[in-house]
């Protein structure tokens, strides 16, 4: 791969699997580390890749496992960061009647990490369910189901922020549906 093939590489996806990073880090610093690391490796053993079209799902592959390396890592090793400031000191919430970017995002970042992974990649990145499994290495139909499961977390914390938002989401009518079942 030439020089001017790799910059229009970095150029081409290094929004999207930033995106990516951050999505999974929660962390700017960290998200830059792992899409800088992603094209290191792509640089040092992209020439062992034989379909040149497969590119985008092995930078996006090996990105998540890059972070799930490190996810072990600090499992074992944990940072203690000594200015902690927490987030929702710094953010104001917005006075709007519908959930912003940012909301819908901090609520995505509260989804547990195998299903905030799917939805990121799918509605994110718009990837196909196989594009999904080949980068997670699971079946299609589990990502299917960490799909449905992430969406349900994903409602969830978005209607628990409808209290911190002063009500201005109208709630499902779950009485409702409470009231047909029994």
């Known amino acids: 791969m030439t ?35 992603t094209f290191f490796l792509w640089a040092s053993k992209g020439d062992q890749l034989r379909d040149r079209s497969k590119a985008k799902s092995w930078l996006f592959t090996t990105l998540y496992r890059e972070f ?13 960061e000594l200015d902690d400031v927490r987030e ?11 959930f912003d970017s940012t909301t819908v995002l901090q609520a995505l970042h509260a989804v547990e990490e195998p299903f905030r992974v799917p939805l ?6 718009q990837f196909s369910y196989q594009e999904i499994a080949d980068v997670m290495g699971v079946p299609i139909g589990t990502v299917m189901s960490r799909l449905s499961r992430g969406k349900a977390q994903l409602r969830e914390r978005l209607f628990s922020k409808e209290e911190v938002l002063g009500n201005k989401v109208i709630a499902l009518q779950s009485d409702r549906r409470e009231e047909s079942h029994g």
Do not use: C, M, W
């Open 68 to 80: 799930l390396g490190r996810l072990r890592h600090e499992g074992r090793f944990p940072k203690i």
């Open 120 to 125: 990121t990649l799918f509605y994110l990145e």
């Open 88 to 98: 929702e000191e710094v953010s104001i919430s917005p006075n709007v009647n519908a």
């Open 3 to 37: 020089e001017a093939d790799f910059e229009q590489l970095v150029d081409r996806q290094y929004r999207p699997l930033y995106r990516f990073a951050l999505s999974l880090s929660k962390s700017e610093a960290d998200a830059a580390d792992l899409t800088q690391q």
